[in-house]
């Protein structure tokens, strides 16, 4: 009777771990189902990525040069030449300008 009672119990503990397998079969199914899903996503977006930055590539690029070329040189408001502000000596180089541009008239008038 013992020995009965005894191999109930490992055919008992044996189902137990045949279902515990089971479960955690399962669950390793799922985890790899939600992986491949995932995968499948990130690989959907990364195509689409990819079609837009083909996309807007050239006019990004151009965008990028303009601004990166579009050089507009100017004095800083705060420098001073020989005590005078940026106002002060824009005007005298202005008045410069003027005068090279009136002597280079009178020249081809000449």
């Known amino acids: ?5 005894q191999g109930i119990q490992q055919l008992l ?11 955690a079969g399962k669950v390793s199914e799922a985890h790899k189902r939600k992986n491949r899903r995932l995968k499948q996503e990130t ?5 689409i990525l990819q079609a837009y ?9 151009d965008n990028l040069l303009a601004f990166v070329c ?5 004095i800083h408001e705060n420098y001073r030449i020989n005590g005078k502000g940026r ?3 824009l005007c005298v180089q202005i008045g410069m300008l003027d005068a090279v ?3 280079e ?6």
């Open 43 to 47: 690989q959907e977006k990364m195509t």
């Open 13 to 23: 503990q044996a189902e137990k771990r045949a279902a515990e397998k089971r479960a």
């Open 87 to 89: 106002k002060e000596q």
């Open 70 to 74: 579009d050089i507009r040189p100017e």
């Open 53 to 61: 930055f083909q996309q807007n590539r050239d006019e990004v690029l």
């Open 101 to 103: 541009m009136e002597y």
């Open 105 to 110: 008239a009178s020249a081809k008038l000449e």
């Open 1 to 5: 009777m013992a020995s009965q009672s």
